[in-house]
């Protein structure tokens, strides 16, 4: 079945220590999206990548980056990751501009930081 | 700015209907969604209406949308408890969407 996968699923990091959460799709599309979503809170767009383009959100702090080397993958990197990074973090990928342009989510990577 | 608001909680019986309102602020949005996340669980995409169109059916599902008072609803018919979860409600800017912060339903039998 056509998926965004996200790997892993749990992910436990240390104060500061550099950490990559991965996404990957067999779906296509060519936007794909990082969401950030706190406990009890709604998921909050970092960042997203159209085709090559990537397109950071002002409020997105330095501290998150992103990859995305082909078509199919996508990473975050925290590159210190402080307490308030301990997040849920959403993969999501649509295919903008060829009529259907809803997002479809992977199951989420949630980083803990110890 | 784009805003969407959203009640935080709705508790129904097993075999009634749950409606999930929804507001938002984007007149031009053009799709407007829902979502639904189990507990330690991605979204999951239950539905979208255009925002041409009033209303929109699928199973157990009814969207209803008045563009005038930008409002959307999600009726759950006959809810079942493996409906629980939460429901996020979302408008589509540009390539982002904006979500709600969720309404949890929570369903007895």
């Known amino acids: ?14 104060f500061g220590k550099p950490v990559t959460l991965s996404c990957s799709q067999t779906l296509n599309h060519n936007v794909m999206y990082w969401y950030q979503q706190k406990s ?22 330095d501290n998150f980056q ?27 990928t649509s295919s903008v501009g060829r009529g259907k342009e809803t997002q479809y989510f992977g199951p989420g990577t949630r980083l803990l930081v110890l | 700015g784009e805003d969407v608001e959203q009640s935080l909680f709705l508790s129904v019986r097993e075999g009634d ?15 407007l969604y829902w979502y639904k996340q189990e507990p330690g669980a991605g979204l999951q995409l239950l539905t979208y209406i255009f925002s041409n169109m009033d209303m929109k059916q699928d199973q157990r599902l009814t969207v209803l949308l008045n ?8 009726r759950i018919a006959d809810t079942q408890t493996g409906d629980s979860a ?3 409600c979302a408008e589509r800017a540009g390539t982002a969407l904006i979500f709600g912060k969720g309404t949890t339903l929570s369903v007895s039998s």
Do not use: W
């Open chain 1, 1 to 14: 079945d056509a998926m965004v996968i996200q790997n892993p699923r749990y992910q436990v990091t240390q």
């Open chain 1, 40 to 61: 009890s809170q709604a998921p909050k767009l970092l960042f997203h990548y159209y085709d090559k383009d990537f397109n950071n959100e002002a409020d997105t702090p």
């Open chain 1, 66 to 92: 992103s990859r995305r080397p082909n078509t199919s993958f996508c990473f975050l990197d925290i590159r210190s990751p402080g307490l308030g990074d301990a997040a849920m973090y959403l993969c999501a």
């Open chain 2, 17 to 31: 209907s749950s409606v999930i309102n929804c507001t938002y602020t984007d007149s031009s949005s053009t799709y």
């Open chain 2, 67 to 74: 563009k005038k008072d930008k409002h959307l609803s999600l």
């Open chain 2, 86 to 88: 939460i429901y996020f």
